[in-house]
C-alpha cells in the first residue's frame, strides 16, 4: 500500500524557515518525479514546486522562487521543502505527491498545514 | 503566466451526464490531468494524459480535448462524485498549473 506522510507545518511567525518532510512508502520512490502542492484554507490547488528523480532538475511557482527549496533523498524514500522568509499568504496545507509514468500526480499525502501568523 | 479557466460550479441530478470544461491557449500542446477532491481530502487522479483512466477509477469518468478546450465527462452521477474537480496542465518551461476548480454539487 502506498503512504507519503507529510509533517513539519505548524504556526510559524512571519519571516520564519520551516521545514517540511514527506515520508513515503509502497512505491519506488526513485523513479518518482516529486512535487509540493499547496492549497490555502477555502482556495484551490497551487503546484509550488517539482523535482526530477535524480534532482538534477528543479522547478518553482513564481511565488515561492528564491524563498523556497526542494530536494529529497532516493536513499531515505523521502521528499523536503525549506521555506524560508515565509509571509502570510504562504498558509496552506502542503501536500507531496509523487509522477510517474502517466505523468499526472497520482500519489499524495495527508497534507500538513502551515500557518504563518504572528 | 499560464492560466486554465474552469467553471466555478455546477450542479446535476443524480444519473445524468456532468461535463466540465477547461480552456488554457496551450492546451493543444499538452496533456491534461483532471484531479477529485472530496472535502477534507487529498486530490485523486481521475484522468490523465487527457482521456487515460487509471485502473481504480470507474468508467462512467472519461475525459477528451479538442482545440484549446479539454472535458471531464461524468456519466450516471452518483452522490459519491461529489466534489472539487481540478484539471491541470504544463507549460513549456517544466512548471505546472492547475485550474481554478470547479464545484460538482449532486442535486
Known amino acids: 500500500e502506498v503512504h507519503l506522510v507529510a509533517s513539519g507545518g505548524g504556526l510559524v511567525q512571519p519571516g520564519g524557515s520551516p521545514r517540511l518532510s514527506c515520508v513515503t512508502s509502497?512505491?519506488?520512490?526513485?523513479?518518482?518525479?516529486m512535487h509540493w502542492v499547496r492549497q490555502a484554507p477555502g482556495k484551490g490547488l497551487e503546484w509550488v514546486s517539482q523535482i526530477s528523480i535524480s534532482g538534477s532538475s528543479i522547478n518553482y511557482a513564481d511565488s515561492v522562487k528564491g524563498r523556497f527549496t526542494i530536494s529529497r533523498d532516493n536513499a531515505k524514500n523521502s521528499l523536503y521543502l525549506q521555506m524560508n522568509s515565509v509571509r502570510v499568504e504562504d498558509t496552506a496545507v502542503y501536500y507531496c505527491?509523487?509522477?510517474?509514468?502517466?505523468?499526472?500526480?497520482?500519489?499524495w499525502g495527508q497534507g500538513t498545514l502551515v500557518t504563518v501568523s504572528s | 503566466s499560464y492560466e486554465l479557466t474552469q467553471p466555478p460550479s455546477m450542479s446535476v441530478s443524480p444519473g445524468q451526464t456532468a461535463r466540465i470544461t477547461c480552456s488554457g491557449d496551450?492546451?493543444?500542446?499538452?496533456?491534461v490531468y483532471w484531479y477529485q477532491q472530496k472535502s477534507g481530502q487529498a486530490p485523486v487522479l481521475v484522468i490523465y494524459k487527457d482521456s487515460e483512466r487509471p485502473s481504480w477509477i470507474p468508467e462512467r469518468f472519461s475525459g477528451s480535448s479538442s482545440g484549446t478546450t479539454v472535458t471531464l465527462t461524468i456519466s450516471g452521477v452518483r452522490a459519491e462524485d461529489e466534489g472539487d474537480f481540478y484539471c491541470?496542465?504544463?507549460?513549456?518551461?517544466?512548471?505546472?498549473?492547475f485550474g481554478g476548480g470547479t464545484k460538482l454539487t449532486v442535486l
Open positions: 496551450a492546451l493543444p500542446k499538452q496533456y
Open positions: 505527491a509523487g509522477s510517474g509514468h502517466r505523468g499526472g500526480f497520482e500519489y
Open positions: 509502497g512505491f519506488t520512490f526513485r523513479s518518482f518525479e
Open positions: 491541470q496542465s504544463t507549460d513549456s518551461s517544466g512548471t505546472w498549473v
